[in-house]
């Protein structure tokens, strides 16, 4: 897909504490058992809990309901308890307050939950309004309790920084944090899974063999035992390997193409490292392309005015009526309002963040980007980022070294969950979105950075279609805004 090109708000904490995992199993459960549930838990005795929409999403992100059944609480629909909650003041015997309002999304990655802040910062129908000073003190709440409930008491620095821009039944499957498979494969590249599910599958399989070759009764008995789990796992490692041949399946030659198209003008290099001389030589396939959509086109133009940092207001008109895109032409105009040079006649030139020579990593031809918010972690760790760029909102724990690390706890070959709880760890939060690339690289660099866990969060999560529609609607009156959650 795309990379992701935007002009926001980003920060990074910085702390050294041991480690409370962002989403170990039952972390926030275990925090409401210990404040409510331990408190009127009374043996052989059920209890009901009230649920509304906000709570019912966050514990549904943290747990099954059968690890409520196991404390002896069933939930009460949200329906239920909006007929009772104006009259049950005089029945309430004691009242608790729990400070989360983060959701957890993977085990590194959070969101608020605020898909209108995009809209809300940067709009310029709000200007003169006071939604930008609201969304942000209500963020700003929110992340408060992510740093208490991880028992974090971070060093803030913050930037507005600008980028440069098959056949059969249907079976529905559940991805979950619990899946380890799913854990282990969602941010590899599709090429390394397709490679990889075959072979656990062929394992599994010689192991089972050698299990039925054994014909003694205990081993048979064994094997009986071992059935279920065998079933379950290779019914999982299948999912994963029709999810991913469905996604090869919509590979198809164009859109090979069009990723081709896109790193070129992204990087401004092909893949053989050769500059691209004419960017609209690159674009003008995908634009005649007929079975590619708009948001595909709109795309590669926008690829290709951040990578001639700008363009003129006749070309920029050709390029809107030849590709037929009038009424999203907004996606592409209100980038102006990100301060993203769209125009070169009236484009201020905005210092690039300086990139990171990548050159001799391994990567695939069509995913060559890095996200530059990758960049800035690696930044951050490394105790690289200017403090004219980056200046502090308040300091970092005088632990904190270049590299991330705190030598005086670490042990040596240490598993990697202590490993974690023993490092230092980085938290970035970026408002309007975060990509499914910039989730990725907050792994890459944990995995790279072994003594710094990195945490990234965002007001909700992006895809390159989500995006584009963001954009388009900056320049919108508010009450024609239609936000949906997430």
């Not at 904190?400 to 202590?418: I, L």
Request: glycine share 4%; hydrophobic share 35%; charged share 30%.
């Amino acid at each position: 897909m795309a990379p992701a090109v935007r002009g926001l708000k980003g920060a990074v904490w910085q702390s050294d504490n041991n480690l409370i995992p962002l989403t170990d199993k039952l972390l926030l459960l275990t925090e409401l058992k210990s404040a409510i549930f331990d408190d009127f838990k009374k043996e052989e005795e059920w209890k009901i809990m009230l649920l509304d929409d906000y709570t019912t999403k966050l514990l549904s992100l943290c747990c099954k309901m059968t690890d409520l059944l196991a404390e002896g609480i069933t939930v009460c629909p949200d329906n239920l308890f909006n007929k009772i909650k104006s009259s049950c003041a005089k029945s309430i015997k004691k009242c608790k307050e729990i400070n989360i309002s983060f959701f957890p999304y993977e085990s590194q990655v959070f969101t608020l939950n605020v898909p209108d802040a995009f809209y809300r910062c940067y709009s310029p129908t709000l200007e003169k309004t006071k939604d930008k000073d609201a969304v942000m003190q209500v963020m700003a709440e929110q992340i408060v309790t992510l740093c208490a409930t991880l028992d974090e008491n971070p060093g803030v620095r913050y930037k507005r920084y600008k980028t440069e821009g098959s056949v059969g039944k249907e079976k529905e499957a559940i991805l979950e944090e619990d899946d380890d498979l799913w854990v282990k494969m969602r941010h590899k590249h599709i090429a390394d899974v397709i490679e990889e599910i075959p072979k656990l599958l062929k394992e599994m399989s010689s192991k089972k063999k050698e299990a039925e070759g054994k014909l003694s009764l205990s081993a048979l008995s064994q094997l009986m035992k071992r059935m279920p789990q065998y079933r379950k796992e290779i019914s999982k490692q299948v999912v994963h390997l029709n999810i991913a041949e469905d996604c090869m399946s919509k590979f198809k030659s164009n859109i090979e193409r069009l990723c081709k198209t896109e790193q070129d003008l992204a990087l401004g290099t092909d893949a053989e490292g050769q500059k691209v001389k004419d960017s609209m030589r690159v674009l003008l396939p995908v634009l005649l392309n007929k079975s590619h959509e708009s948001y595909d086109k709109i795309r590669a133009i926008l690829l290709y005015i951040f990578s001639t940092n700008g363009t003129t207001q006749e070309n920029l008109e050709k390029l809107i009526q030849n590709v037929q895109i009038e009424s999203d032409s907004d996606m592409i105009r209100n980038w102006k309002y990100l301060d993203v040079p769209v125009i070169s006649s009236f484009a201020v030139q905005q210092p690039k963040y300086p990139r990171r020579d990548r050159s001799s990593e391994e990567t695939f031809q069509l995913s060559r980007w890095t996200p530059v918010i990758k960049d800035i972690m690696e930044d951050a760790i490394e105790n690289k980022l200017d403090s004219k760029d980056w200046p502090y909102s308040s300091r970092c724990p005088p632990t904190w070294n270049g590299s991330g690390a705190v030598s005086a706890r670490q042990k040596p070959k240490a598993s990697y969950r202590e490993e974690r709880r023993s490092s230092a760890r980085l938290i970035v939060f970026v408002i309007g979105g975060v990509t499914y690339s910039e989730m990725r690289s907050a792994y890459e660099v944990s995995e790279a950075y072994k003594s710094c866990e990195v945490i990234i969060g965002s007001t909700h999560i992006l895809t390159p279609k989500r995006l584009l529609d963001d954009v388009k609607s900056l320049s919108k009156p508010k009450d024609m805004v239609c936000i949906k959650d997430e």
